[in-house]
């Protein structure tokens, strides 16, 4: 009777410590699996073709999605600023799971339009220009801009038109830019035009408000042996080398880096209920001899100030 009493208590505690064997190896597969099934979404879209001049940006949102639990999915469009392409593409995300949207939207009141049945559902936060029922824009303040880079070039000026190139299409971060410097002008007694492209033969002066458009014009001075005083945006690697080289007389500049950061982790705070506000992006007016000032290191080069401390 003992016998069989002891036999059944050592089948029992062999069989516990099975159980407990096997759980050890399973349990942390378990968890692993969870934590992946609590990642957040986010589907990224810009409103360019060519997504390297928001290689910073892009560092900084893969910083924040690290940090706050997401993973994220960078799209592009075929056509830049193509307004129709960007809807149908976050709706498609939006169908296929996305948690929330980080945009530089084409068109921000379409896109608003399109989007607004599924605001509850995935919130939308976006870069360059505001969108009404978006969760929260991250962006300087488009118009303070460009009343400071309009007083960068009356610092200079000695006469002569000022060319503005007019790029924005219905990006309204960008016509905001545009306007406050062109208001500005105007109200100096400088006369001013638009025109959508850099002509020819352009004039003394030359205004752009968006940072692939500032660097293509620079590069253009550069190329043709051009004199123009160019006056951009932007603090991309290419910009700030072309400032560096003297083809931009001076720009308006603030963090990529922290515009990425600072997006995804509004996205994420709004899926999750947090509210928050978000302030606009500080800014600076930079000439090429502010290039290496300690306090402009970060700006204008955020990696490599990272990885020298």
Do not use: H
């Amino acid at each position: 009777m003992k016998t069989e009493q002891s036999r059944r208590i050592q089948i029992a505690i062999l069989t516990a410590l099975g159980i407990a064997a096997a759980l050890s190896l399973a349990l942390p597969q378990l968890l692993r699996g969870a934590k992946r099934e609590q990642l957040l979404s986010l589907t990224v879209m810009l409103r360019d073709t060519d997504s390297s001049g928001w290689t910073v940006a892009r560092q900084g949102m893969e910083q924040a999605a690290d940090e706050l639990g997401a993973e994220l999915r960078f799209l592009t469009l075929a056509a830049a600023g193509d307004s129709e392409e960007q809807e149908a593409l976050l709706l498609r995300e939006i169908e296929d799971g996305a948690a929330a949207l980080v945009v530089v939207p084409a068109d921000p009141e379409s896109l608003s339009a399109a989007l607004d049945p599924w605001r509850v559902v995935c919130p939308t936060v976006t870069l360059e220009s505001p969108m009404e029922g978006a969760a929260g824009v991250v962006a300087p303040d488009n118009t303070q801009l460009g009343k400071e880079l309009a007083q960068a070039l009356l610092e200079d000026w000695d006469g002569g038109e000022v060319l503005l190139l007019d790029t924005a299409g219905r990006c309204s971060g960008v016509a905001a830019r545009l306007a406050a410097a062109e208001e500005t002008l105007i109200a100096a007694g400088v006369s001013v035009r638009r025109e959508m492209e850099l002509p020819e033969e352009p004039p003394r002066w030359v205004m752009a408000f968006e940072s692939p458009v500032t660097r293509r014009a620079a590069e253009r001075r550069e190329a043709e042996g051009q004199d123009f005083a160019l006056y951009g945006v932007g603090s991309a690697a290419a910009v700030t080398a072309q400032l560096e080289r003297g083809n931009i007389a001076a720009i308006a500049a603030w963090s990529d880096y922290a515009a990425g950061f600072l997006a995804v982790r509004r996205a994420v705070n709004a899926v999750r209920g947090r509210e928050g506000t978000l302030a606009p992006l500080p800014f600076f007016i930079l000439r090429e001899e502010d290039i290496y000032a300690p306090e402009n290191q970060k700006l204008l080069f955020p990696i490599m100030s990272s990885s020298s401390r």
